[in-house]
């Protein structure tokens, strides 16, 4: 009887280290939703966006349009978090992302007519962009 007490109470104990575990697990993950939320949720193809961009562009507001799409883009690369990484390969993981942003950003600026400023053209990183001002 004595050892079964020991096996359940081993048993237990390990039960109880894999939930606390899997409680950290979880919690982190919903932050890696959270942030893919944003991301999708404020992105250059949510109908919300291009209904407000549609309607700039029919009231001629093009500079209105352009700073709309710029204020997506920092705050697209601003949650990217390039600050907080440490490894090489997640600095080019989020190097891709950076460019991928960019790509969508000039497709657009294509699209209403505008040429991509020089500056951000230029960036082949995020790191770049980080580097503007330390």
Same mark, same amino acid.
């Given at each position: 009887m004595e050892n079964f007490t020991v096996?359940?109470?081993?048993?237990?104990? @390990?039960?109880?280290? &894999?939930?606390?575990?899997? /409680?950290?697990?979880?919690?982190a993950?919903?932050?890696?939703?959270?942030l893919l939320r944003e991301k999708h949720a404020a992105s250059a193809t949510s109908a919300e966006f291009y209904f407000e961009m549609r309607?700039?562009?029919?009231?001629?507001?093009?500079?209105? @349009?352009?700073?709309? &799409?710029?204020?997506?883009? /920092?705050k697209t690369i601003k949650n990217l978090n390039y600050e907080n990484v440490e490894s090489e390969e997640k600095r080019k993981s989020v190097d891709a992302d950076f460019m991928e942003v960019k790509k969508i950003l000039e497709d657009d600026?294509?699209?209403?007519?505008?040429?991509?400023?020089d500056n951000i053209k230029k960036?082949?990183?995020?790191?770049?962009f980080y580097e503007l001002y330390k």
């Open positions: 096996f359940m109470t081993v048993i237990t104990i @390990a039960a109880a280290a &894999l939930q606390i575990i899997l /409680f950290f697990k979880v919690w993950m919903t932050n890696d939703v959270r309607k700039l562009l029919a009231l001629g507001e093009k500079e209105k @349009a352009k700073e709309k &799409l710029l204020n997506w883009f /920092f600026f294509k699209q209403i007519g505008e040429e991509l400023p960036m082949k990183s995020g790191n770049e």
